[in-house]
């Protein structure tokens, strides 16, 4: 089993920045990847970006540009850093773990972007 938690959510005024944490913990050993996904009130969940046990990282386009992924080995820990935020990037952002055919959650942490 893999344990994932997210943190670092919180309220941010348009055109700020953030940094959300994401630590596995557990049975860590030969995750594949880890993921970056957010979820709006009244959406569907949206993939921001994952990053391979190989260090490959791949954005795709909700927040291309304004956003980077990267990890600290030492710490099991995956981050997203935000910039340039806006009203619409309000939601609850979610981590994962894949580990061969099993996805962990983690259960969110809350983004809120005041205009």
Do not use: H
């Amino acid at each position: 089993q893999v344990q994932v938690e997210e943190s670092g959510g919180g309220l941010v005024q348009a055109g700020g920045s953030l940094r959300l944490f994401c630590e596995a913990s557990g049975s860590i050993f030969s995750i594949i990847s880890m993921s970056w996904y957010r979820q709006a009130p009244g959406k569907q969940r949206e993939l921001i970006g994952t990053i391979t046990s190989d260090g490959t990282i791949n954005y795709k386009d909700v927040m291309k540009g304004r956003s980077i992924i990267f990890r600290e080995n030492a710490k099991n820990t995956v981050y997203l850093q935000m910039n340039n935020l806006r009203p619409d990037d309000t939601a609850v952002y979610y981590c994962n773990a894949r580990k061969f055919q099993s996805v962990y959650w983690g259960k969110g942490t809350l983004v809120t972007v005041s205009s």
